[in-house]
């Protein structure tokens, strides 16, 4: 068995929660073994212009509808269980997800003293699938890593085979209403800027909002002023900052679009919550034609994520907050500035320690691999 805590015991948003269980699915597939998932609670993160009187009626659905689950909303294949017994003797526990990463004795016996071991690991410890099979219980008890990918050390085959297995895909009625939004919008890009909390948590790490950058930075990305962009966003209050962002482009909030446009359709959903919300703006912005998220962002990371899975598109751009500058270039164009095998081994700015490794990028699925 497998005992696996939601990150943060679920004290966190609905993107924390996927990125949390699909891991814990991965990890069961890889493993072999039945899981049991706990503190899987509604996430703790309504949008704050919800709550406002400029928009409080009329977004008063998503704070008053039952509150989803992650599990209720995704259809992924599993072997979860809902009881377990955690005495026994014969059991390892681990925390820190993000300092480690898992492979085979075979990987280990033909690749463990070589400088791609090295290169993967970037200082973490590699721990073997026969090691974790030795015990009867395998307990994780932080479980914080943004997708898998960066933590398999696996022969192509196999890792793709296993990151198949959690690609996300959501109940059919959420994928069918996203499937009509992309049909009736043609071709669009679009941009996730996050602003609330961001500002607070990561101002003293030179996140801030440069109007006048992000402009410079946007006008260089969409090249095509006549393609109109679609905009995720937590900061709907901010409309002056947008047009000023965006000056020069046809602009439509997402969540705007699906209330103004969709919102019976909106209301015959299962569930009605802002979770879901979240999950029609994700699935859009993954469809788009180009797309600019919020570094640091688990929401621009699963839709970095659903766009590799569905699209193939493994592009990445970022509003140049103050550490991402540093690898924008005069054609603003994020460059990488050190070598290395692997997509982490290049830009530092991503991965400085094994936090960041794990938590705030979402790494090209194909770097993640080799052909062995």
Same mark, same amino acid.
């Given at each position: 068995m497998i005992y696996f805590e939601n990150a943060s015991h679920g004290n966190e948003g609905f993107n924390t929660h996927l990125m949390s269980y699909t891991f814990c699915v991965s990890f069961s597939n890889f493993l072999d073994r039945d899981f049991y998932f706990d503190f899987?609670?509604?996430?703790?993160?309504?949008?704050?212009?919800?709550?406002?009187?400029?928009?409080?009626? %009329? #977004?008063? =659905?998503? =704070?008053?509808?039952?509150?989803?689950?992650?599990?209720? &909303?995704?259809?992924?294949?599993?072997?979860?269980?809902?009881?377990?017994?955690?005495?026994?003797?014969?059991?390892?526990?681990? +925390?820190?997800?993000?300092?480690? #990463?898992?492979?085979? +004795?075979? $990987?280990?016996?033909?690749?463990? +003293?070589?400088? $791609? @071991?090295?290169?993967?690991?970037?200082?973490?410890?590699?721990?073997?699938?026969?090691?974790?099979?030795?015990?009867?219980?395998?307990? @994780?008890?932080?479980?914080? &890593?943004?997708?898998?990918?960066?933590?398999?050390?696996?022969?192509?085959?196999?890792?793709?085979?296993?990151?198949?297995?959690?690609? =996300?895909?959501?109940?059919?009625?959420?994928?069918?209403l996203a499937a009509r939004v992309v049909e009736e919008l043609g071709v669009f890009n679009a941009v996730h800027l996050r602003l609330g909390d961001f500002l607070k948590n990561y101002a003293s790490d030179e996140y801030r909002v440069d109007a006048a950058r992000f402009k410079v930075y946007v006008n260089a990305t969409f090249e095509d002023h006549a393609v109109p962009i679609l905009i995720a966003t937590d900061g709907l209050a901010e409309k002056r900052?947008?047009?000023? =962002?965006?000056?020069?482009?046809?602009?439509?909030?997402?969540?705007?679009?699906?209330?103004?446009?969709?919102?019976?359709?909106?209301?015959?959903?299962?569930?009605?919550?802002?979770?879901?919300?979240?999950?029609?703006?994700?699935?859009?912005?993954?469809?788009?034609?180009?797309?600019?998220?919020?570094?640091?962002?688990?929401?621009?990371?699963?839709?970095? %994520? $659903?766009?590799?899975? %569905?699209?193939?598109?493994?592009d990445f751009n970022f509003f140049p907050d103050g550490r991402v500058a540093r690898l924008v270039n005069k054609d603003q164009k994020i460059q990488q500035d050190t070598s290395g095998f692997f997509d982490w081994n290049r830009y530092s700015v991503f991965s400085e320690d094994h936090n960041s490794l794990a938590w705030m990028r979402e790494w090209d699925f194909d770097r993640t691999s080799l052909d062995l």
């Open positions: 899987e609670i509604p996430c703790s993160t309504p949008p704050a212009f919800a709550f406002e009187d400029e928009y409080r009626e %009329r #977004f008063r =659905i998503l =704070i008053e509808s039952p509150r989803s689950l992650v599990s209720d &909303l995704i259809v992924l294949p599993n072997r979860r269980r809902f009881e377990i017994d955690r005495e026994v003797e014969n059991k390892v526990s681990y +925390q820190l997800l993000y300092s480690y #990463f898992a492979t085979t +004795q075979a $990987m280990k016996d033909v690749l463990g +003293q070589t400088l $791609m @071991w090295d290169y993967f690991g970037c200082g973490r410890i590699g721990l073997t699938r026969e090691e974790f099979n030795s015990y009867d219980l395998v307990e @994780w008890t932080h479980s914080k &890593l943004v997708h898998p990918s960066c933590f398999y050390f696996l022969p192509r085959k196999e890792k793709e085979d296993l990151l198949r297995s959690i690609e =996300i895909k959501f109940i059919d009625s959420i994928e069918k900052l947008f047009e000023q =962002i965006f000056d020069g482009y046809k602009i439509a909030f997402m969540d705007e679009v699906v209330f103004d446009n969709y919102y019976d359709d909106y209301k015959r959903l299962e569930f009605t919550d802002f979770n879901v919300l979240s999950i029609l703006n994700e699935l859009v912005c993954a469809s788009s034609l180009t797309f600019i998220g919020t570094y640091r962002s688990t929401f621009t990371s699963m839709i970095h %994520r $659903m766009r590799q899975e %569905r699209y193939g598109k493994r």
